[in-house]
């Protein structure tokens, strides 16, 4: 795993919350790896699959490739989701194959706030998991048309690329994404989310704290002045 140092995340860590692009092959653990690093860091999560027409989804079961001409409105779906993430304010961890750059680049222009990891897994580690896959509509057959359209993120994407075997679990390569140097402020942003939810909760509980002392206090001087004329009546 590369871990040099990041020109954009200076731009990832402001103001916006972070959102996570898994990328890679199928078959290269995104989903698995994507869910888990969403469940550690209790942010949004989203799997690719779920943005594709209908009729995508009708090709790749017939063991047909996806054109770029089908692939846009599944990226602009992805993106849709990206923005409506940011919008509520909350941090999430999105997958997509996003094989080409100019896939990459539909995904990540005017979005700042994405950090593009790459799972980076050979073909032979990959034909073997998609051959023990079961359920899933990506046939083993378009391996080859996987191979033939990936360019692998260049240097200038500043991608956070993960070499993926069978040697370390998914659980352990999400705790190392976590804590490679530029995901730093990653965890950085689930840290300061929490602390600002633990200081709202705590803020609350003060306010409704010192809301009943003042009811509490408001109601006792009621009651004083209504019992000192009562007092005095009784008195005369």
């Known amino acids: 795993m590369n871990a040099e140092p990041n020109p954009a995340a200076d731009a990832v860590s402001g103001a916006q919350p972070p959102i996570l692009l898994i ?3 199928s078959g290269s653990g995104k989903t698995t790896i994507g869910s888990l690093l969403a469940g550690r860091l209790g942010w949004e999560y ?3 699959d ?3 027409p209908a009729a995508n989804i009708a090709k790749m ?5 996806l ?6 409105p599944w990226l602009d779906n992805i993106g849709q989701w990206i923005d ?12 997509s194959s996003a094989l080409k750059r100019t896939y990459r680049d539909r995904l990540l222009r005017g979005r700042p706030q994405v950090r593009l990891i790459y799972l980076d897994a050979d ?4 034909a073997r998991r998609l051959t023990a896959r079961n359920g899933h509509f990506f046939p083993p057959e378009l391996l080859d048309s ?6 692998p993120p260049a240097d200038d994407e500043h991608p956070v690329r993960v070499r993926v075997d069978d040697h370390d679990s998914p659980l352990t390569v999400a705790e190392r994404l976590i804590h490679t140097e530029k995901l730093e402020s990653v965890e950085a942003a689930h840290d300061a989310e929490a602390a600002h939810s633990t200081a709202a909760s705590d803020a609350k509980a003060a306010h409704s704290a010192s809301a009943h002392d003042a009811e509490a206090t408001h109601s006792a001087q009621t009651h004083d002045a209504q019992a000192k004329p009562a007092g005095k009546e009784a008195g005369e």
């Open 123 to 126: 073909r032979e580690t990959v």
């Open 146 to 151: 996987q191979f033939g359209d990936l360019e």
């Open 50 to 52: 779920a943005f594709h």
């Open 23 to 25: 990328t890679g092959v």
């Open 61 to 65: 079961s017939a063991g047909h490739p």
């Open 46 to 48: 989203a799997e690719a």
């Open 84 to 95: 409506e993430t940011t919008a509520r304010g909350r941090p999430g961890v999105v997958t």
């Open 67 to 72: 054109t770029d001409e089908d692939r846009w």
